[in-house]
């Protein structure tokens, strides 16, 4: 909070019983919740970490986004270059 205040930065938070006011933040929080975060059961911080890369490795890569079209967001990327 100090730091963005001394770069003139205006911190804006979300009402608290409001999630539809970052609703892409909060959709994306439940899919990781539901397509990853509650299958595992890790051991180690490392575990979940490489986890997480592979996950959203194949989120970004293999996974298509019904919200962009049916792609995955690599292809959107791609088509936006």
Do not use: C
Not at 7 to 34: D, F, M, S
């Amino acid at each position: 909070m100090e730091w963005a205040e001394k770069q003139g930065v205006l911190l804006a938070y979300i009402q608290p019983g409001k999630p539809q006011q970052n609703a892409y933040i909060e959709r994306y929080n439940r899919t990781v919740r539901g397509e990853w975060l509650s299958q595992y059961i890790f051991d180690t911080i490392e575990e979940a970490q490489n986890q997480a890369t592979e996950w959203l490795w194949t989120y970004n890569n293999e996974r298509p986004n019904m919200g962009i079209g049916g792609i995955t967001p690599a292809m959107k990327l791609q088509t936006a270059a």
